[in-house]
């Protein structure tokens, strides 16, 4: 079994200082990381979410529609 499940969000850079603490507020849920920084207006975060909060990833994803803009995306595990 795997330790963490990768998920990849495209986001505007500007908007990363919300983000990571939203996600960071619950404990244990996920580690977020910049894998391949890059210039630009958007940059790929990857978050390894633990199995057992997947489920709430997901409702805290659905949460964000409307207040803050991302895109999932596929990306090197």
Do not use: H
Request: with cysteine; hydrophobic share 45%; glycine share 6%.
């Amino acid at each position: 079994m795997k330790d963490t499940i990768n998920f990849f969000l495209r986001v505007r850079k500007e908007d990363i200082y919300l983000l990571c603490p939203y996600f960071e507020s619950f404990e244990g849920l996920a580690a977020i990381r910049t894998p391949k920084p890059a210039p630009g207006e958007f940059a790929i975060l990857k978050l390894m979410v633990a199995p057992d909060f997947q489920a709430a990833y997901e409702k805290l994803l659905v949460g964000l529609k409307g207040k803050i803009w991302y895109e999932r995306v596929a990306g090197e595990n």
